[in-house]
């Protein structure tokens, strides 16, 4: 009696149970160095990285983890631990791994809120902040510009006595102080739309903080108006606005957030447009001039009070603290800050994105406004900020000692020279402090940062000794060895993304564009092998099976696929320059993300590396080349 041959579809079942063993396996031993199931809070993936929110990262043994097979790196950011395991393979293994921990149907945005929970109150607040911020980031940058290139051309007589001139100037003094007049509007738009509510809101809430019919605020301390009073069931209300209440626009933003998300869930369906809003809209109003202001005009003062009695009774260390904190506790007119954002350059000096944002905060702060340094780098990676406190701090003792006093008020920095007292040597010992500032937050900042990155470096050098391209297989594209521009741009070697993963090659060799707009495009005929649930990534594979990953933005994943539009499907053939995504460029910026385009070759030849060099490829150029 003879052998029957197995049945082709019982051969492939076989093939999926032994990926299964092998991908629960796998489970077994990532459950086994994170400190077991009970220490799992929650799990996702994104394109590449399988994200997991423990509720305890320190036992979670990280080189263990990177010796696990199919993990090519492992780290913790973001309150997350991060595997990398490339495209496609990240999805096989989450389905075993998330049936395994019984942690199934958890999406990236429910992990967000599992990893916030695990933040300290200082931490949350100190996100918050950088959040906010980042929104209005554009606008305090450009105000800065224009505000040292009028102070500049200010204190030129040609500029005073020419027509011309002194109308430019004129003009660039006005588009300089705009934001400024409106920033408890721009602040409260933002913080409502970063604590999940409707921002038009948070606008209207913004404006009525500023409405002409209120006393000014300046106005009201220094006396000069009369400020009408009401009466609310027997509660005394001054109608004063909140010019400068930065403080009180942030909580007036959480407070509109809440109450929108609350009456849109309590309200029925068929009345919620025009309750929900008047509801939220009058609501806010009451709470910001009867608890709100009040509680936030206290808080604010009570720290400047403070802050004040240790300058006058407390010597140097009064000195140190004021200027030491000055950055935490007050939001504009900052400057010791300025060392901490040039030692945070420094050690990011090959990231694109990182010289965006230290070089124009550098600038703006070199004429007094702070705000971009502050929330864009201090704030957001915590290091600089710790850095620039030291410097302040080390500064203010300085200018106590110096005995260096100022002759009025309302400028820093570069500006400030105007107002310095020349006694005891006082313009000297100006540019000495800020000297201290600068050289002390810098070195500080820089020592943190290595501190703070010293354990990513170790696990990246780990990762390029022992994780080799291995594959044989080669890249067939319409001209052999020829890779077509995937988007319209600048195209430079991958190591020049902004993404530490991807710059190191972890998931493979490649190049980054960064992209005139957002349409991308197929670098070499192939097929569709992946497409990314959120749009913002797609694998590719040609003829003979090599992998392509295409990548849109760092941290893309987060936008839950707003403002990006998918345009093949799985299992599509697709060629050379065919459009396969299209994504809002200026979207991706407004939410603090780089919208540079990765092309990673996951497979190529023993031995073969890309080959490209920095230059701006339109559609059917070459942007890199197999060698």
């Known amino acids: 009696m003879g052998t029957e041959p197995v049945p082709k579809q019982n051969n492939t079942r076989r093939r999926e149970m032994g990926k299964n063993n092998e991908y629960l396996e796998i489970s077994k031993q990532i459950v086994a160095n994170i400190g077991g199931m009970d220490n799992i809070q929650g799990t996702a993936h994104c394109a590449t990285r399988l994200r997991i929110v423990l509720k305890d990262n320190d036992l979670a043994d990280i080189e263990k983890l990177e010796d696990i097979d199919k993990v090519k790196g492992a780290f913790i950011a973001g309150n997350q631990l991060q595997l990398i395991l490339g495209a496609g393979t990240v999805n096989d293994v989450y389905e075993v791994f998330a049936e395994y921990t019984n942690t199934q149907n958890m999406s990236l945005g429910d992990l967000k809120e599992e990893s916030a929970k695990r933040q300290n109150p200082l931490q949350a607040v100190i996100k918050a902040l950088s959040d ?36 430019i100037n004129r003009l660039v003094s006005l588009a300089s102080t705009g934001i400024f007049a409106i920033l408890p ?29 209120l006393a000014n605020a300046y106005q009201a301390a220094q006396g000069t108006v009369d400020i009408e009073v009401i009466r609310l069931f027997g509660l005394k209300i001054e109608m004063v606005g909140f010019q400068g209440g930065i403080i009180i626009a942030l909580m007036m933003g959480f407070v509109v957030a809440k109450l929108d998300k609350f009456f849109n869930k309590v309200i029925p369906d068929v009345i919620k447009l025009l ?15 009867t608890l709100v202001g009040p509680a936030g005009r206290i808080l604010s003062n009570g720290i400047t009070d403070g802050l004040m009695w240790g300058t006058e009774h407390l010597g140097a ?28 350059l420094s ?31 201090n704030l957001r990676y915590k290091f600089p900020l710790i850095g620039g406190c030291i410097g302040g701090a080390v500064a203010g003792a300085y200018v106590y000692y110096s005995k260096l006093t100022a002759l009025g008020f309302g400028t820093t920095a570069l500006p400030g020279m105007a107002i310095a007292n020349p006694a005891h040597h006082g313009y000297i010992n100006y540019i000495i402090a800020h000297a201290i500032a600068i050289m002390i937050g810098f070195v500080c900042t820089v020592i943190f940062g290595k501190m703070w990155s010293a354990p990513d470096k170790n696990k990246n050098d780990k990762k390029n000794d022992t994780k080799e391209n291995d594959t044989t297989k080669a890249v067939i594209t319409e001209e052999p060895g020829a890779v077509y521009a995937a988007a319209e741009g600048t195209v430079k070697d991958i190591e020049a993304s902004t993404d530490p993963t991807f710059a190191n090659k972890v998931l493979g060799d490649g190049v980054v564009i960064f992209p005139e707009d957002g349409t991308v495009m197929a670098p070499c005929k192939a097929t569709v092998s992946l497409v990314y649930p959120t749009g913002h990534a797609i694998g590719l594979t040609t ?16 936008m839950n696929g707003e403002g990006f539009e998918t345009l093949v499907k799985e299992g599509q053939e697709v060629t050379a320059e065919e459009a396969l995504i299209r994504f809002d460029i200026d979207l991706v910026k407004k939410h603090g993300y780089s919208p540079e385009i990765l092309v990673i070759f996951t497979e190529l030849p023993e031995g073969k590396t890309i080959k490209t060099e920095e230059k701006h490829i339109a559609k059917n150029d070459k942007m890199a080349e197999i060698v």
């Open 132 to 167: 906010v911020f980042i929104g209005i980031m554009p606008a305090l940058l450009a105000a800065a510009l224009l505000m040292g290139i009028t102070s500049v051309l200010g204190g030129l007589e040609v500029v005073k006595t020419h027509d011309t001139l002194y109308a």
């Open 185 to 213: 509007m721009a602040v409260c738009y933002s913080a409502v739309k970063r604590f999940g509510g409707n921002p038009v809101l948070g606008m209207v809430i913004g404006a009525i903080m500023l409405d002409s019919s």
């Open 275 to 289: 309750v929900a809003p008047m509801l939220t809209v009058f609501i806010s109003t009451v709470l910001l001039f």
């Open 317 to 344: 260390f009064g000195y140190a603290l004021f200027a030491g904190v000055q950055q935490i506790v007050v939001i504009t007119g900052l400057h010791h800050i300025i060392g901490a954002v040039l030692g945070y």
């Open 347 to 377: 050690l990011n000096w090959k990231n694109l994105k990182a010289r965006e944002l230290c070089i124009p905060s550098f600038c703006s702060t070199l004429f007094g406004i702070s705000e971009p340094a502050i929330f864009g780098v």
């Open 543 to 558: 003829a003979d099976g090599a992998e392509i990953l295409i990548h849109c933005g760092v941290d893309t994943v987060n």
